[in-house]
């Protein structure tokens, strides 16, 4: 089993920056898809960033270029570095597990960006 527990969100100006934590326990593997996703009020959820073990990463693309998404494999943990927050981004954040073995979420953390 999987528990993944995000930290590191809450209220914000726009232009501003927050940071995002993902804490993993259990069995992690570092060889592994770890990610962001957000859903905002009335949508589905989507993309905003993942990261493989060979540190290769994707963003959506309403996010590229003002965040970025890290991996600490020591710590099982990864991170979102969200700078020049819109009000668009306003959601809940999920932090994302995968592996051969299962895909996992945690609980949800939420980024609101006032204008």
């Known amino acids: 089993q999987v528990q993944l527990v995000e930290s590191g969100g809450g209220l914000v100006q726009a232009g501003g920056s927050l940071r995002l934590s993902c804490a993993a326990s259990g069995t992690i593997f570092s060889n592994s898809f770890m990610g962001w996703y957000r859903q905002a009020p009335g949508k589905q959820r989507e993309l905003v960033a993942t990261i493989t073990a060979g540190d290769n990463t994707n963003y959506g693309d309403s996010v590229k270029g003002r965040f970025t998404i890290s991996r600490d494999n020591a710590k099982n943990t990864w991170y979102l570095q969200m700078n020049s927050l819109k009000p668009e981004d306003t959601a809940v954040y999920y932090c994302?597990?995968?592996?051969?073995?299962?895909?996992?979420w945690g609980q949800g953390t939420q980024v609101t960006v006032s204008s």
């Open positions: 994302n597990y995968r592996a051969f073995y299962g895909n996992y």
